[in-house]
């Protein structure tokens, strides 16, 4: 949708008449705008919503006649595509292993595992669902927390490092459960 409101700013701007009209736009220029589309949809958009402003301008320049996709412009975007499949690929092959171990050594905490292993936030948040013996504060089970805090002498640090979570977390989980031992504010 975003694409389509950038697109339609873009030939406004360059004098151009309206992008299409599905019901005098021939089916060969609407299938050009399909593969357009295609393309836009698999490129993975690093420079977010101004890049895609940015790229809409450039087609509506240098597609005068139709809205089909620059050789240029299409080899650029697949090359970046491809890329950005390929990296995800890798970060889906982390193995268990690896991540537990990046996840201890990041002291249990998301973006600090996230930037190790090269991984956005949300994907170190679905592996956590996955492996056995990774979890959030918020996982753990009150009556767990209670024995962990009074294993470590009420030190949330401690505590925290043996349930295997990050310290902030488990103290964010102790404030909102209203426990948070005094004097570690």
Known sequence: ???????EEAF??????????????????????TELFDALLGYPWP??????????????VACPDDLSLPPALARRLAAESAANGALQGAR???SEVDFAEAWAASDFEVARVARALHMSRSAVYRRLREIPGC??????????L???????????AAAARALC?????LRARLRAAGELVAGDA
């Open 165 to 169: 979570v990050s310290h902030a977390g």
């Open 92 to 94: 889906d092959e982390v």
């Open 1 to 7: 949708m975003l694409a389509c409101h950038y697109l």
């Open 47 to 60: 420079g977010n919503i101004r890049e895609l402003a940015n790229l809409c301008r450039e087609l509506a």
């Open 135 to 144: 979890r959030l504060a918020g996982d753990i089970p009150v009556d767990e």
């Open 12 to 33: 406004r701007s360059a004098g151009r008449g309206p992008l299409w009209d599905a019901r005098t736009d021939d089916p060969a220029r609407l299938a050009r705008c």
């Open 146 to 156: 209670q024995a962990a805090l009074d294993a470590a002498g009420g030190d949330v």
